[in-house]
């Protein structure tokens, strides 16, 4: 996958993110892979967790491939445009059994119910 803004250097698949890599960091929190340590401890194995996250057959994707401009209502109309490409990608990589984690309240707003529909 393409990252949505290389220029930014703040992407989850970029190894050498040192600010804002929270979504990595948490991730890693949440699904037990990163263990105790601290935050540089998991950046510094970064390449290493990004390969388990991946031999784990779990990915990370985008809902749009642009980053979202503004706020409440703008958000969720961009989101609301992307989202049945978004549900088209997943369908084609999913079984019914495959765990699905929606980030974001905008997200799970817009996207749970298509995603709902569009699998079974």
């Given at each position: 996958?393409?990252?949505?803004?290389?220029?930014?250097?703040?992407?989850?698949?970029?190894?050498?993110?040192?600010?804002?890599?929270?979504?990595?960091?948490?991730?890693?929190?949440?699904?037990?892979?990163?263990?105790?340590?601290?935050?540089?401890?998991?950046?510094?194995?970064?390449?290493?967790?990004?390969?388990?996250?991946?031999?784990?057959?779990?990915?990370?994707?985008?809902?749009?491939?642009?980053?979202?401009?503004?706020?409440?209502?703008?958000?969720?109309?961009?989101?609301?445009?992307?989202?049945?490409?978004?549900?088209?990608?997943?369908?084609?990589?999913?079984?019914?059994?495959?765990?699905?984690?929606?980030?974001?309240?905008?997200?799970?707003?817009?996207?749970y119910e298509p995603l709902k529909a569009g699998i079974r």
């Amino acid at each position: 996958m393409a990252p949505l803004d290389p220029a930014s250097g703040r992407f989850f698949y970029f190894e050498d993110v040192r600010p804002h890599d929270h979504l990595f960091l948490e991730l890693m929190r949440v699904l037990g892979l990163g263990g105790c340590p601290g935050a540089n401890s998991v950046r510094s194995r970064k390449k290493e967790l990004l390969k388990r996250f991946q031999a784990d057959g779990c990915y990370l994707d985008d809902v749009g491939n642009q980053p979202l401009r503004g706020e409440g209502r703008a958000r969720l109309l961009q989101l609301e445009e992307a989202c049945p490409s978004f549900v088209e990608r997943v369908r084609a990589i999913v079984v019914e059994e495959t765990k699905i984690i929606l980030i974001s309240k905008y997200v799970f707003d817009v996207c749970y119910e298509p995603l709902k529909a569009g699998i079974r």
